[in-house]
């Protein structure tokens, strides 16, 4: 059992916290919101839009793979080599962005990158988990969800505004720099804390199985009916764009299926296997029924509004006005929220902050709603938009992405810290990837349909009804059996 370069000079936690951080979102927000704003800049319908929000299914399934980061090579490893291969899809996705044809490839590339991204996400929390005491942790919860939401402000805000201005070439460009240049600091300085169970190259063996023949097949299907549908807003044999959302529903969850009846199988016939004992081990505790629950219903108010904010921005005239609100009013907001809710969870602890923090993060949708009936009332057309807007407007929309980004950061501390209560000691990377696939299930297909609803009765109705979606998962919060014992 060997350890990474263990005399390697390293960076102090203030610094690897940030830059791990800082580096999972901003993949995220690259593929799951940024990549809207682009196909809808691009001229691609507002219904083809809202499926972008299928590139979640990566985050989805995660936990599939999430079990073998635990047992072989080492976090560490896993972070450096799912941080290098998207790096070389920043740059890729970069160098097509400027010609017109490119749109279906960039498309596939975007579904592709999910899964290195998920993987990349996992690695880092799985990291996060490892290399600090239970203390540590708990003192760094609102500091890395700064990061992450700084991340966040960074994509939509300096690299949209940069595609908007300058050209998308430049924006996407700039990113696969900043990826680069954290890539080689981690690579230089990222600590090392775990020793090696079993050899990466080991898992040659279970990747090239039938289960990743048929995975292939079904990535192959989307592909092709992704660049019919991209290129010419249709399918070849002439499927709605309802019908096109059904059939894609349908690959995934026969993916699912696929693979959970080959995970059952290996617990039925081997319960001391790598899935048997992470999946087992995390479903072994009081009331998981509710807990699950939960964990899937909790976000979804949230992605119905999130996957629209952008096309939202574009369709009521503010297109140009997005990036600067976002950065200049949304970064130090969303930093606020981060840093005084994890203060207040180490605080006053899990239990108490838990409802009033998700409640603030889901009130957003209700603030989004009446500002898009204030606009809609002052003739403001969807879905084709103005060419100016007041400046009454403008400040009303800074206002928005203030409580946007201030309740964002206070939700993803509450969050963040409640999912990782749920790890176990030997297997945080997965059960962390566990939580939060579940976590994005329901979001991820609520956040598909979300174009075709305000193509059918607008963006104030998708906002009223996204805080509808929210009431259950807050709901459940009161049927969560451990809290008081985790967090108390």
């Given at each position: 059992m060997t350890k990474d370069s263990p005399n390697r000079k390293s960076?102090?936690?203030?610094?690897?916290?940030?830059?791990?951080?800082?580096?999972?979102?901003?993949?995220?927000?690259?593929?799951?919101?940024?990549?809207?704003?682009?196909?809808?800049?691009?001229?691609?319908?507002?219904?083809?839009?809202g499926l972008t929000s299928l590139y979640g299914i990566a985050w989805?399934?995660?936990?599939?793979?999430?079990p073998y980061l635990d047992s072989f090579g080492t976090k560490r490893r896993w972070l450096l080599i799912s941080q290098g291969i998207l790096a070389c899809f920043f740059i890729l996705i970069a160098l097509l962005s400027q010609f017109p044809w490119a749109i279906p490839p960039i498309?596939?590339?975007?579904?592709?990158?999910?899964?290195?991204?998920?993987?990349?996400?996992?690695?880092?929390?799985?990291?996060?988990?490892?290399?600090?005491?239970?203390?540590?942790?708990?003192?760094?919860?609102?500091?890395?969800?700064?990061?992450?939401?700084?991340?966040?402000?960074?994509?939509?805000?300096?690299?949209?505004?940069?595609?908007?201005?300058?050209g998308w070439l430049w924006a996407f460009g700039l990113s696969a720099a900043v990826l680069t240049l954290l890539y080689l600091f981690h690579f230089t300085f990222l600590p090392s804390c775990e020793n090696e169970k079993e050899k990466i190259k080991k898992l040659i063996f279970h990747i090239f199985t039938y289960r990743f023949v048929v995975f292939l097949l079904i990535v192959a299907t989307l592909f092709s009916l992704s660049l019919s549908w991209l290129k010419n807003k249709t399918l070849p044999f002439?499927?709605?764009?309802?019908?096109?959302?059904?059939?894609?529903?349908?690959?995934?969850?026969?993916?699912?299926?696929?693979l959970r009846a080959r995970?059952?199988?290996?617990?039925?016939?081997?319960?001391?296997?790598?899935?048997?004992?992470?999946?087992?081990?995390?479903?072994?505790?009081?009331?998981?029924?509710?807990i699950i629950l939960f964990i899937i219903s909790v976000r979804v108010g949230e992605f119905m509004l999130s996957s629209m904010v952008g096309p939202f921005f574009i369709d009521v005239g503010l297109k140009e006005h997005y990036g600067w609100i976002t950065g200049a009013v949304g970064l130090p907001c969303s930093i606020i929220g981060a840093m005084s809710g994890g203060w207040l969870i180490a605080r006053k602890?899990?239990?108490?902050?838990?409802?009033?923090?998700?409640?603030?993060?889901?009130?957003?949708?209700?603030?989004?709603?009446f500002f898009a009936s204030h606009l809609l009332a002052h003739g403001n057309k969807v879905p084709d938009?103005?060419?100016?807007?007041?400046?009454?407007?403008?400040?009303?929309?800074?206002?928005?992405?203030?409580?946007?980004?201030?309740?964002g950061g206070l939700g993803t501390a509450v969050l963040m810290t409640f999912l990782m209560g749920l790890c176990k000691e030997n297997y945080k990377a997965a059960h962390y990837a566990i939580g939060t696939g579940l976590m994005s299930v329901a979001g991820v297909y609520a956040g598909s349909f979300s174009g075709f609803l305000?193509?059918?009765?607008?963006?104030?109705?998708?906002?009223?009804?996204?805080?509808?979606?929210?009431?259950?998962?807050?709901?459940l919060i009161y049927f969560l059996p451990w809290l008081e014992v985790k967090n108390s």
């Open positions: 960076a102090p936690s203030l610094i690897w916290v940030f830059t791990t951080y800082f580096t999972e979102g901003l993949p995220y927000i690259f593929i799951r919101s940024i990549s809207t704003f682009f196909f809808r800049a691009s001229g691609v319908s507002v219904e083809a839009t989805i399934v995660k936990f599939l793979w999430a498309a596939i590339l975007f579904f592709v990158a999910s899964f290195i991204a998920s993987t990349h996400d996992t690695a880092i929390d799985g990291y996060y988990l490892e290399a600090l005491t239970p203390d540590g942790q708990a003192q760094f919860v609102g500091y890395r969800v700064m990061a992450y939401r700084i991340a966040m402000m960074f994509g939509s805000g300096v690299i949209v505004t940069l595609g908007s201005r300058a002439q499927l709605g764009f309802s019908d096109l959302v059904g059939t894609l529903l349908l690959f995934s969850l026969i993916l699912l299926i696929l995970l059952l199988d290996h617990i039925k016939k081997r319960p001391d296997s790598i899935f048997a004992k992470s999946f087992l081990s995390f479903i072994d505790r009081e009331k998981i029924s509710a602890g899990l239990k108490k902050m838990i409802w009033p923090f998700l409640l603030a993060q889901n009130l957003t949708n209700l603030v989004y709603m938009g103005i060419q100016t807007v007041s400046q009454q407007d403008i400040i009303l929309a800074c206002g928005v992405t203030a409580f946007d980004s201030w309740a305000v193509e059918w009765f607008g963006y104030a109705f998708l906002f009223g009804i996204s805080f509808c979606f929210s009431l259950p998962g807050m709901a």
